[in-house]
C-alpha cells in the first residue's frame, strides 16, 4: 500500500516570540521595544497574522494525508521526502531557505502578509493553500521550475541555492584562491578578494542584482527559470602575485567556474545559511555551476 501525501509545513519563528523568549514576558518585551522607539504591538500584530495564517493552512490539509512542521532552523536536520508536499508560510526568503534541502518535490508560497512580503515565491493567499494540496499532485498542474546553483568540492560535499552562493573567507579577511574556468585551456587566475558570488535568475532581484548595478554590468540579468547564472569576484585586489582580469562573467549550463584554495580556511554558503556551510581547506577545489536539480513551485 503506497503511503499518503504528506504535507511539510514550513514556518520560522517570528520576531515576536524571539523578544518573548529573549525578554521573558510581554511586559518586559514591550519595555525594551518602548526604550528604543518601537511598539510592541505592531510586532505582535505580525506574529498574530503569521500563526493565523499558519492555523489556516494546517486546517485546509486534507484529512487523509499526513502532516509535519519544521522551523527555519532546523531545516538542516530534516528529512524530506520524495511524496511530500512542502507549503512554506512566511517571507519570500523562506522559500529559498527550504529550497536547498529539496529533489524535486513540489513547493506552494503562501504569503501571510502581502502589505510587508513582495510574494515573487509565497504567491498565494492562505486561503488557497487546499485547492493548491489538491492541484500539486496532478498532472499538468501549473508548476515553475527555477534554475537553482551548486557548488561540489573534490571531497564530495555538495551544497545548491536557490539564489546565489557565496565562496570566501568566513570573517572578514581576504580570501585567497586561484580561479578558472572549465574549458578555459587550463588558464587559472590566483587572486585576493572579499569572495565570489554565483546567482541565478531568482538571486537577481538580491545580492547579485546589487553587485551587477554597483559595477554597471553589461551581463545580461538571467531569467529565473533559464539554465544560466552569473558571477562576480568581490573587491579583487591586484599585487604581484594576485590579479584581476578574471572578475565576472556568465555560466551556461554545463560550465563550470572552479575555485582551488590557497589559505587555511575558506568557507561555501547559500542563500545566507551561512550555519550551514562547506568547509573548505588548503589545496581543496571546488566547481560551481548549474544545479542539475529545479525548484518545483506551484502556480
Known amino acids: 500500500m503506497s503511503l499518503a501525501p504528506r504535507v511539510v509545513l514550513v514556518h520560522r519563528t517570528t520576531e515576536y516570540e524571539e523578544l518573548v523568549a529573549r525578554h521573558g514576558t510581554h511586559g518586559q518585551a514591550a519595555f525594551f521595544l518602548r526604550s528604543r522607539g518601537r511598539d510592541i504591538e505592531d510586532v505582535a500584530e505580525r506574529h498574530r497574522r503569521e500563526r493565523g495564517a499558519l492555523a489556516e493552512v494546517t486546517s485546509s490539509v486534507p484529512l487523509t494525508w499526513r502532516q509535519a512542521r519544521v522551523e527555519r532552523g532546523d531545516l538542516d536536520r530534516f528529512l524530506f521526502a520524495p511524496e511530500d508536499v512542502v507549503v512554506v508560510v512566511g517571507q519570500d526568503g523562506l522559500v529559498a531557505n527550504a529550497a536547498k534541502y529539496l529533489a524535486g518535490q513540489p513547493v506552494v508560497g503562501i504569503n501571510p502578509d502581502p502589505r510587508r512580503n513582495p510574494g515573487v515565491l509565497v504567491r498565494h493567499r492562505p486561503d ?95 531569467g529565473p527559470d533559464e539554465a544560466r547564472l552569473l558571477w562576480f569576484v568581490r573587491e579583487a585586489w591586484p599585487s604581484p602575485a594576485t590579479g584581476t582580469s578574471l572578475v565576472a562573467g556568465a555560466l551556461a549550463e554545463g560550465g563550470r567556474l572552479s575555485l582551488t584554495v590557497e589559505s587555511d580556511r575558506l568557507i561555501v554558503f547559500g542563500d545566507g545559511m551561512d550555519g550551514d556551510a562547506l568547509e573548505l581547506t588548503w589545496g581543496q577545489t571546488v566547481r560551481v555551476g548549474v544545479a542539475g536539480v529545479r525548484l518545483r513551485l506551484v502556480g
Open 128 to 222: 488557497q493553500a487546499g485547492k493548491l494540496l489538491t492541484a500539486s499532485l496532478q498532472q499538468g498542474a501549473p508548476v515553475d521550475e527555477l534554475t537553482m546553483v551548486e557548488a561540489v568540492a573534490d571531497d564530495t560535499q555538495r551544497l545548491v541555492a536557490l539564489n546565489e552562493i557565496y565562496l570566501g573567507a568566513a570573517g572578514h579577511q581576504t580570501a585567497r584562491y586561484r580561479l578558472g574556468l572549465d574549458g578555459d585551456r587550463g588558464a587559472v587566475e590566483p587572486q585576493a578578494s572579499s569572495g565570489v558570488l554565483v546567482g541565478t535568475g531568482t538571486g537577481a532581484s538580491g545580492w547579485i542584482r546589487s553587485v551587477w548595478q554597483e559595477r554597471a554590468s553589461g551581463l545580461a540579468l538571467p
